[in-house]
């Protein structure tokens, strides 16, 4: 009776503002507690910007933790429970969430949250949105699932250079884990707060789905490899192409980060794939658009973000993962044919973070203007430039492939930049960077006196390419 009681003065008090989307697009935040308390707090706090923390377990938060736990057991599947869904700016402002999913391999089974590095956040946010941007240790955060089960979130913010995003991580509770793995289903999850000891509902919701290939996993025995794209801007033109040559070189699986793109093409060659080859790719929508975000490197797309969305959502099903631009393919070099026989005569069962793998740069054969074989973007990127730089670039464009469980365990030791990598003979394996395949440019290495006529990617391959993509768009 109590209880009953208790639930609805809840309601009561939060029936001025009832939605169930991201809602800063029509409310407005109502902040009722004073911000600048918690900045003048941590002002002069000199914090480690990365690593892992312990969370904090003290009664105050015990129990603010406890009575939110009845009130989302209490609330039904549908229920208008007033909590901004992701992505989305978290209700106390403080985070802003753009993907959850569920994974083997963090803390064996648990969810990951990628949210905006916090200091990003103002300027990726419309600017008429109000937000109150704490790091991940200044916060206490919790999951709430809706039996009412909680469990802490450990936080990870990762930072080199420009690439920046934050992770939180909560282990599955019991009820979860069967939800997912064993029941195949939805589950429902609240990321509650308890930095702002007045708040006394969660600050978020998610609904989160396993893939189902992870959950029938068949090919075991098989070591997968599974390439994401950078998030994809009106760039599907140059999709098959990139994929069917993957597929050659032993990958078998492919995600695409669809941004925008509202043409028909992108969705007329999944459906293509769909049909012929089922499972083969997927499409995770990574626009932010109606909620008017824009990264603080516009051109990528979240691309940071992606990246570890990608790792956490694909890694389950993954022995080796990565995520490229369309215009890089990665080149297993003679004797290899594929990726497969390269990481099986390099490593055997060596256990190790990652492939390095450098940009060869494939340039225009004159710096300032396309060849009109150049020009032809109907024949494949691989065949339109076979000029190259000398030498792979080395500094700053490196691309690679992880094996999804290692990266985790170095993680953990901060070691995210110093993770266990193999630099591979450049013998081997290439990763062949066409950096002039959408619009003119120079790239280092590519001066007219550097580079060098190399036909050897667009020999091996351009018949067997071809004959690919015949295969695909065969109706039959
Ligand atoms: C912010 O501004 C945009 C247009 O500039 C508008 O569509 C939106 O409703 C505004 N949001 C709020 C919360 O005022
Ligand atoms: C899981 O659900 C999907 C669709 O919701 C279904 O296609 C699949 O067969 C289910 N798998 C299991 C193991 O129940
Ligand atoms: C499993 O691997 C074998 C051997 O490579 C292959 O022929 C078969 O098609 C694979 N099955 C699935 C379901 O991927
Ligand atoms: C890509 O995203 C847009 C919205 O941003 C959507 O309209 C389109 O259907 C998506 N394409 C595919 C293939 O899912
Ligand atoms: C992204 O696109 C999908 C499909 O068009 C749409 O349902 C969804 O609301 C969009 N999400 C955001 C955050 O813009
Ligand atoms: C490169 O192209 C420009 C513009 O067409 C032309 O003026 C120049 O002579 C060309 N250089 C060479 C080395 O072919
Ligand atoms: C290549 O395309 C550009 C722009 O479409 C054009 O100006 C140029 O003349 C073309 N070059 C050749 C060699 O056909």
Redesign the pocket.
Known sequence: MLFVLFILILFTLLSGYIYTKCP?????LKADISYASYYSQFRDVSHPADGWKPVGHTIDEQNLLHDMSIVVAAWSENAEDNIPTVPCLSADGHLLVLSVSASRIRYGVSLTFVTVYPTDMKKVL?K??SSHPLSSNQQSLWCIFSDGSVTPVYTYDSKYGNDRASLLDCPLSQFANDQLWKLNQTIRVYLASTTTKDRKIPILKAFVKVPVVSITSSNSSQESFTLCTSPLHNKAKYLVQWIEFHRLVGFSKFIIYNTTDTDDYLSTIVNIYTQKYPGLVDVVQWNFSTL?LVDVLPTRYFQTEALHDCLIRYGDQSEWLGMLDLDEYIVPLPPYETIVDYVHANFGRRIIGSINLWSQFFCTKNASAYTSEENDTNRLTIERFTFSARNRHKSGREKYLYRPRFVLYLSIHHQIVGLSKQHPSEKHITLAHYATMSRLRTMPGCGTNGHVEDTSIRNRFVNRLKTAIATLMNKH
């Open positions: 800063f697009l029509t409310t407005t419309p008429n949105i008017g």
